[in-house]
DNA sequence: TATATTTACATAAGTACTTATATAAACAAC
DNA sequence: GTTGTTTATATAAGTACTTATGTAAATATA
């Protein structure tokens, strides 16, 4: 007997508000069995900050629509928790410029693919048509108790640790994919310029129909990264547009993407591959050349103006 | 832009509790438009305790899934407003027994058809194919920031003072509307013995097919009233299974199947009218009398136990 | 029958929001 | 260029929950 769901839609309020802790306190659960120090109730705000960079109290408090001192509040405790830094702005003296502590970009990474699985969990339990909101809460609530949210993400959790990730070639269903991966790439390491959009946006036509290739990362049924092969001339093609998702850094897909491309490349015996990068993408060049890439004179018309390195690869062997 | 709608399932739980903080919010706006001393977060519980006449801290926790102090404190509420009765239990002196209060009753009544236009007006928002659950929130968000759930209840409560009710006749596909209007009736008053539900479960075969009649009360698509015409013999008909819903008590809807029967009566040319009823009934009674019924000696081996009065009113005219 | 455990409710303190209001800087108006 | 208004954030107090714990009566156990 449940008093909330007899009543149906005019107790709608206390049982969204019920549904809301409980998710809350299973949230933190998760948060608790990965040994994190985090509150859920803080991720709409941090997870603003670390998507603005730099932010405001009242930018946050827009995105949300909450009152203004529960963002004050938040990033008080965000503060307290050494997870953000909160400096004046030079120009307004009013303002307060919120920013990620280096302990909250660390935090930050450890917390993506929990996210990410959450996310997955609950998206999976709630995706099934409903003709109406009290059905679909139902169908939650009944799920929560023949098994926890939090068992849920945590036998989730181990299961994708352990998902094996695949690479695959290019099919036009992909493109969206393609497109994703690499603005949020452009986004959060430079800039997108309307140019980068139509490349992307006509992968097949820009790429793959001038004789070059895509491949992407899966796991499971999610596409978790991508990389081109784009040909420069016969046997010769520049490694390009290597992006990963956010939730899925750290699991070395860029690397499985890398080796993919070499081994493609010898069984396809091509001679050469060069790449393109910046040197402020430190990690990025250390991996390349574990791969063995060499740097190599640039042009003086490059073709990629946020570039300042090029790299070779000869596959002779 | 709504940064916890783009967030989408990894934010449910605070979407859940925004969403309820505008329902709760909204609702006391209507209570206060209508002059009512009432809050939103005690309904749950004041609902549970009308429902069950007398109740505990205990059962009603049970009822509602939260924490036994929140009962306790939404108690204390509800006694300093006056609205319940706290008493000791005689026999286990732990307990406390919780039923209304005379002001409680009176306050019920008023809100009744409140609720009722509040359950209407969530459900036809909330009652649409959606794919998800995030689908339905966002929608009732989208209806809500159109035009207030406050707005929307008012102007709904408006419209539904002036709707008219109108009388039809019996159609099968009403039974389970006579069952439940009846049993409600019983449980409210007295107390439903087997053979109630067997005669109103089959209304049709112990009613309208030995010649009686059955009428409801339609409140533009609901089913709000009921009586039945029960044939004695040629000519003589049993006033009976009056019900109305606790939602539209206070609107002359017994007075208006009752004046409904007379009428059909006469025209049917039928001699007389009788009813039984039960003394502590005082306002149905005044009722009959104002009708035209006058009391008659019971017979010895009445039908009813719960009946101690008989009337008739015969239709000569 | 004395003692331990369970049950029913109350109290205390904490939490994450709310509204109302304060403070100080920026901007607008005359 | 002073004054009034707006904007950005902070503080204070209240609210409706929570967890932890207290108290007293009922029940189980030995």
């Not at 120009?91 to 660390?106: F, P, T, V, Y």
Request: aromatic share 10%; with cysteine; glycine share 4%.
């Amino acid at each position: 007997m449940d008093a909330l769901r007899e009543f149906r839609e005019i107790s709608l309020g206390s049982r969204l508000n019920r549904m809301s802790d409980v998710m809350m306190k299973e949230t933190q659960k998760v948060y608790t069995y990965y040994g994190i120090d985090f509150d859920p109730y803080l991720f709409p705000a941090f997870k603003i900050i670390s998507l603005k960079n730099k932010t405001t109290n009242t930018e946050i408090r827009e995105l949300l629509n909450v009152s203004q001192p529960a963002i004050t509040q938040t990033l008080h405790k965000l503060l307290k928790k050494e997870l953000i830094n909160i400096n004046s702005d030079e120009i307004d003296k009013r303002k307060k410029i919120i920013s990620l502590s280096d302990k909250g970009e660390k935090l930050l990474i450890k917390m993506i693919p929990i996210w990410n699985v959450i996310h997955e969990t609950v998206e999976k339990l709630t995706t099934f048509p409903s003709e109406n909101l009290v059905g679909h809460l139902s169908q939650l609530e009944d799920a929560f108790s023949e098994k926890s949210m939090s068992e849920r993400v945590i036998s989730n959790m181990k299961s994708s640790e352990h998902s094996e990730i695949t690479i695959i070639s290019f099919d036009e269903k992909y493109t969206e994919d393609f497109y994703n991966l690499n603005i949020e790439w452009l986004e959060t390491f430079f800039y997108v310029e309307s140019h980068d959009k139509v490349v992307l946006s006509n992968a097949k036509s820009y790429i793959i129909d001038k004789g070059g290739h895509i491949f992407f990362a899966k796991d499971g049924e999610h596409i978790v990264g991508t990389v081109a092969l784009i040909k420069i001339e016969d046997g010769i093609f520049e490694l390009s547009k290597m992006a990963v998702s956010p939730a899925f850094r750290g699991k070395k897909i860029g690397q499985k993407l890398m080796q993919h491309c070499i081994s493609f490349s010898k069984e396809q015996n091509y001679t050469k591959l060069i790449l393109y990068s910046n040197r402020k993408l430190e990690n990025a060049i250390y991996i390349y050349e574990k791969y063995g890439f060499k740097e190599i004179p640039m042009e003086k018309d490059s073709p990629y103006e946020r570039s300042n390195i090029k790299m070779e690869l000869p596959l002779d062997s």
